[in-house]
């Protein structure tokens, strides 16, 4: 379980020549979990992009599974934090899903029994079997972002590169969303999560807080401090000693941590 | 019985028209489905008339108009991908410059010689009525081709239309694919513009396809139920044309156009009737978009 599944050194991620994050240095072993916290545009998506090999690193070494990055697709679930035409799509929930499979199998790979439990396991995980049949542009927000957390878990990925999986999920749903990427990370998979909620971040073990720059860096209670969150968000609405925390976000509501 | 089968049957026009139409039904149904699930729709609308200039000076220099298009449509595609890329303008900016640029350098071609004018009126509503046997096997080669393509490359084009990223990230280049699909665009629009021409074959490529989008929940069908339905348009249209004495080309369009928005209709009615019946269905948002995003 030591073995590592991503190494970055020195790394700088950005558009182009344009450099958003400079100065990334971490590694991550299997059954880590890592959340890149950020408001938008501090430079989360555009880390996660990279990783996935969606777009090349600016300069610096980044290794993904032993390789380049997206040299093993079949290997990495990646999802995005917008789907522009995947919205309106006249495809089955349960199609969807099984475009999970699509990077191991390749253009002429025959869909084995292997494939129909992967789908079927991940479209339970996700309680989304009840809509398998139902076109996605008929569901709503909350229940198509559980169809596509089902397609990247469908993969079996030994990385998840999720990107605010959770922004539009009920808290059953975010919950069920959770665990299954604790039991993910037993298996020995890597997961890298965007997201701006603290509890979520809290969730995972490592956390790197993200404005332009990396703020911080390493276990998620040790990072997740009120001078680090600070620099990170702008605000900090209220600090409650020996724990944390509620943080004025971008939607400007407080949020208690819970414990 | 002679009224829906004689046309056809004693004159050989109508059966070599019927052909190609069929032929083109069964493109414009495959590459049609993927201008609309990925949104294409204003492409195909360009590369349509992007093709007339080529066509045009093809015409001129005494060369088949086909090898024109052809021309036409690679300039085009180019145009629109340097642009694109080259330029902070959106997609659309480009493709409605160059696509107006093109029509303007068709028709100033088209102008300058005194023996086409004929001819623009048969560049932009096609002469199906006037289709060669060995059109038709083009048309069945080039039909055949894209089938086989659409086939072989199902499952990047279904990522495609997901998402770019969702393609790159499954190891299939969303750049590869995307091109190939633009090839594909402008093959059909290129063999079928002897048809239809390069103004209605953009009908038959949206029209048969949206109608499929309203009913069919996978893409295999919707290729499927789009191809039946602008095959029943070109012989209905067909029909209509001999019997009513109109343009073919048009009156095929004409029928694959009201279909959709009989079928639109027909859907709207259901789905009202259901609801009215059924207030909340099982696992359906009764706030989702519905299919209204559809072109």
Redo the contacts between chains.
Sequence with gaps: MNEARIVARSLSVGYGKETVVAGIDFTLEAGETLALVGVNGSGKSTLLKTMAGLIPAVSGRLEVLGGAPRSQPARVAYLGQFHPTGMTLPLRASDVVRMGRFSSLGLFGKFAGEDEKAVEEAMADMDVVRFADQPLNRLSGGQRQRVFIAQALARRADLLLLDEPASSLDAQAVETYRDLVRAAARRGAVAVIATHDIDEAASCDRAMLLAHRVVAYGPSAAVLNPTALLETFGIVGRYREGGLVAVGREHDHCHDDGE | MSFFLSPFLDNGFMANALAAGLLVSVACGIVGTLVV???LAFIGDALGHGVLPGVAIALLLGLPGMVGAAAGAVLMILGITVITRKSSLSSDTAIGLLFVAMLALGVAIVSRSSSFSGDLVRILFGEILGISSSEILVQFAATALIAVLAA??Y??F??L???P??A?????SSRLYHAIMLGMIALTVVVSFKTVGTLLVFGMLLAPAASA??F????GA?MGIASGIGAFSVYAGLLASYWLDIAAGASITLVASLIFFALFGAKRLILARRESLRPEG????P?????A??E
Excluded: I, K, N, T
């Design positions: 699930l990925r949104g072989v490359c499952r990047p279904l990522l239309c997901f998402g990223e969702q790159d990230a499954s190891g299939f989008s309203l069919a929940r996978r893409v919707m099982p696992g359906v948002d706030h989702g978009q519905g299919e995003h559809h």
